[in-house]
């Protein structure tokens, strides 16, 4: 059950902003043991939401290697989303009207301080297990350095220490999309459905790629001219995401993406932060990812110290994190069982 955390203490953002009220949905699933040693910590990925039982069905939940029976699951949406958390479509206290346009930029660090007063306010001291795919990764590696004392054990996957220059670009495309839409700084739920729903076709081509666009999608009949699979298909994802998402959101979240970099502002290299990881770490890659080739997670893995590394075939691209679940849960139970599992 969606379950809500509020607070009137303000929130000090990395630009120096501030967020005058935090509101942050999340879910929870399965028991705190006696001695509360088995919290996994979910963080979710950019369009995603706190019901990681849902969204990483056949990894979270009864049938996958986070099981409710065993572990005490944490999932909590993110700053700047539309799923609860303060964000666009969140009150203003000082207007009493909803931000739309207005929410201010957040960076990483910033959603990993708003769940870290989750952490507190659900007096959970330690955490066994903190993991996450693509954004949700980012995340994981900002908390592991802002609170070594506290996360146990890493799970990365199809995620890097710092955006590449190949991400940034792909979010400013999208953000272009968006902006071309003349009502994306509107007043209103739907402001820049137009551009949201080419942001997502962009997204959708670095989320897949050649081989599995070909083999799913390609026509068998070779006497068409127009009415494609292949279109049809991308204009279905972006009608999808608008039924579910809010362009604000998705603008506000891209440029979060944009800014991460586990080195800035600690006076270091990011290999020389990622040498400062002392938790147990694994790490895996997708061979075919476009969007975030297995070479982020090579550096990654070469950098922590002890770090265990896994690449997996498959076929999905980036999309792999969330489609091969059972892969993943056969790798990461292993693991967490002592089998290192490099490949």
């Given at each position: 059950?969606?379950q809500?955390?509020?607070?009137?203490?303000?929130?000090?953002?990395e630009?120096?902003?501030?967020?005058?009220?935090?509101?942050?949905?999340?879910?929870?699933?399965?028991?705190?043991?006696?001695?509360?040693?088995?919290?996994?910590?979910?963080?979710?990925?950019?369009t995603?939401?706190?019901d990681?039982?849902?969204?990483?069905?056949?990894?979270?939940?009864?049938?996958g290697a986070i099981?409710?029976?065993?572990?005490?699951?944490?999932?909590?949406?993110?700053?700047?989303?539309?799923?609860g958390?303060?964000?666009?479509?969140?009150?203003?206290p000082?207007?009493?009207?909803?931000?739309?346009?207005?929410?201010?930029?957040?960076t990483?660090?910033?959603m990993?301080?708003?769940?870290?007063?989750?952490?507190?306010h659900l007096?959970?001291?330690?955490?066994?297990?903190?993991?996450?795919?693509?954004?949700?990764?980012?995340?994981v590696?900002?908390?592991?350095?802002?609170?070594?004392?506290?996360?146990?054990?890493l799970?990365l996957?199809a995620?890097s220490?710092a955006?590449?220059?190949?991400?940034i670009?792909?979010?400013?495309?999208?953000?272009?999309?968006?902006?071309?839409?003349?009502?994306?700084?509107?007043?209103?739920?739907?402001a820049?459905s137009?551009?949201l729903?080419a942001?997502?076709?962009?997204?959708?081509?670095?989320?897949?790629n050649?081989?599995?666009?070909?083999?799913?999608?390609?026509?068998?009949?070779?006497?068409?001219v127009?009415?494609f699979?292949?279109?049809?298909?991308?204009?279905?994802?972006?009608?999808k995401?608008?039924?579910?998402?809010?362009?604000?959101?998705?603008?506000?979240?891209?440029?979060?993406?944009?800014?991460h970099?586990?080195?800035?502002?600690?006076?270091?290299?990011?290999?020389?932060?990622?040498?400062?990881?002392r938790?147990?770490?694994?790490?895996?890659?997708?061979?075919?990812?476009?969007?975030?080739p297995?070479?982020e997670?090579?550096?990654?893995?070469?950098?922590?110290?002890?770090?265990?590394?896994?690449?997996?075939?498959?076929?999905?691209?980036?999309?792999?994190?969330?489609?091969?679940?059972?892969?993943?849960?056969?790798?990461?139970?292993a693991?967490?069982?002592?089998?290192?599992?490099?490949?």
């Open positions: 059950m969606l809500r955390f509020e607070s009137d203490e303000p929130l000090m953002l630009n120096g902003g501030v967020l005058p009220r935090l509101e942050i949905a999340y879910h929870t699933y399965g028991q705190l043991n006696a001695d509360a040693s088995n919290v996994v910590w979910v963080c979710h990925a950019l995603a939401n706190a990681a039982a849902d969204w990483w069905n056949g990894f979270v939940g009864g049938n099981d409710p029976g065993r572990h005490f699951i944490v999932c909590a949406n993110i700053l700047g989303s539309c799923y958390s303060s964000g666009p479509l969140s009150v203003d000082s207007s009493g009207s909803l931000y739309y346009s207005r929410f201010p930029m957040v990483i660090r910033d990993v301080n708003a769940h870290i007063r989750l952490r507190k007096g959970i001291d330690r955490i066994k297990l903190l993991m996450g795919g693509s954004m949700g990764g980012y995340q590696l900002e908390w592991a350095l802002m609170e070594p004392e506290v996360v146990e054990t799970f996957i995620t220490a955006e590449s220059a190949w991400g670009s792909i979010h400013e495309a999208q953000r272009l999309a968006i902006e071309a839409d003349s009502t994306w700084r509107d007043s209103s739920p739907g820049g137009n551009g729903k942001a997502r076709a962009i997204g959708m081509l670095t989320y897949r050649y081989a599995i666009m070909c083999e799913r999608q390609s026509d068998p009949d070779n006497s068409k127009d009415g699979k292949a279109a049809s298909y991308i204009r279905y994802q972006g009608d995401l608008v039924q579910r998402f809010n362009a604000q959101s998705y603008w506000i979240l891209s440029r979060s993406m944009d800014s970099n586990i080195s800035r502002g600690r006076g270091a290299t990011v290999e020389e932060v990622l040498s400062t990881i938790q147990k770490t694994l790490v895996i890659g997708i061979a075919s990812d476009l969007l975030c297995p070479e997670q090579r550096k990654m893995a070469r950098g922590i110290p002890g770090a265990n590394y896994v690449e997996i075939d498959s076929a999905f691209g980036h999309d792999g994190f969330l489609v091969e679940a059972a892969e993943i849960s056969k790798i990461l139970v693991w967490m069982d002592g089998d290192p599992g490099d490949k």
